[in-house]
């Protein structure tokens, strides 16, 4: 058994949730962004996973997950009617970003303990290579 071989794998996974909370937690910093650098609202940023093939020398092929990309949500905002708003249009509607605080904090709950799995598994792997290396002395 190859104790190695499965915290490679869980690297993988570790690196893509820590990516995924990350995202998260720049969509809930920017819900009430209603102007950014390239104008307009803020866009929620959603996270996409795809398989990746670890080829390892000497040994048989390994499978982990990572990010494919990370894309723009493409809903539409909410129009919220304020005309003091300094972007808002001339019929004082004001497009906010189509950030949804409980979608976000469902998806940074998930991550979280998607995280915290695979960590744990980390922790597993670890505990019993020691275990391996007490028993041979």
Known sequence: MNLVAGIDITSGALSAQKMRLDIVAQNIANAQTTRTAGGGPY?????????????????????????????????????VHNPQHPDANEDGLVEMPNVNLAYEMVDLITASRAYEANL??????????????????
């Open 43 to 79: 866009k929620r940023q959603v996270v996409s996973f795809e398989s990746e093939l670890i080829k390892r020398t000497g040994g048989a092929s390994l499978q982990t997950v990572r990010i494919a990309g990370v894309s723009n949500d493409r809903t539409p905002g909410q129009q």
């Open 120 to 137: 744990s598994v980390v922790k597993t792997s670890r505990t019993l290579a020691q275990k391996t290396f007490e028993i041979g002395r």
